[in-house]
């Protein structure tokens, strides 16, 4: 078991040697960097080792051998609502185990961009048009044994920055995961996201490169009374761009009698100089759960986010 779980982790670090040779601010498909659930945001934007139900192909697919019963979830926020008010991010999932054969998966992020004004060379207005971003992702993953889980995501996405026909791009997008619990307290988790296509727009011989991540994560389970526990997160990401560096996400959750949480994290990007403490909680009866988080900070400021989510 440790053998395998060190091969896998060799592989997934050994993949990308080389990085994308353009920045972050050329890379296509930013949106699906999103921390797309109010729980994960709210401990740091962690998740790799800990996502649960419906959420775990967003975070790791390796996670998705492990479920047992179905679950679906979907998240609704403003994003930078200090910019405009038609920013908004969506994301709807749903997973079902099949016995013998493992989880599928499927799963919608969705970004608007908002309302823009078009205006022809001469800088006369002809009208307004809508910008999103969306991909479908459908996923799958399987125990290889007790303690060690595989699974991938194959994405479609779709980016339209007008709504000609030279506006739109699409790219096709792999994620390869695994999750190996070491202990029954303690996950080792590792996930290669966005491996594709490049989006292309106007010049069919030029597009931007998708924001390959590089995520690896543990969680341990570092109280459990009764009803009550305490689960510590950190996750490391690089995006394999050509100037991108580390980003250190670290998170904690509570939970008083399986029907209170109470979360807080951090997220360190010393890159992008985003340095931001995260909050939020939870209330969870029978089979239904509704999250929120808020994220105050330089650059991510005032962000709430509110996701419900059920197992059957």
Known sequence: MKVSCYLLMALLLALPVQRIQAGVGQAGGLFLQIAPDARSTA????GAAHARGAL????????????????????YFKWLPYLADDLYYLHFS??????????????????????????SAAGDSQGTFNSSDMAVSLSYGARMNDRLGVGANLKFVRSALSDEDDGVGTSFALDFGFTANVTPRFT???ALQNLGTEIKYV???????LSRNLKVGAALKALEIE???LLLAVD???????????????????WYRDLIALRTGYVHDAEGDVKTPTFGGGLQWKMYRIDFSYTSGSTLQDITKFTISARF
């Open 56 to 75: 775990v192909p967003a975070w790791n697919p390796g996670g998705l051998g492990f479920l047992e019963s179905r679950g679906a979830s979907a998240t």
């Open 203 to 209: 010049n069919p011989d030029q597009g931007d490169p």
């Open 236 to 254: 490391l990401n690089r995006m394999l761009l050509e100037d991108s560096g580390n980003v250190l996400n670290v998170g904690a959750e509570f």
């Open 188 to 190: 080792l988790a590792g």
């Open 94 to 119: 749903y997973v079902q185990p099949v016995d013998g054969i493992g989880t599928f998966g499927v799963s919608v992020p969705y970004l608007s961009l908002g309302e823009q004004h078009r205006v």
């Open 227 to 229: 009803s009550n526990s």
């Open 43 to 46: 401990m740091g934007e962690t």
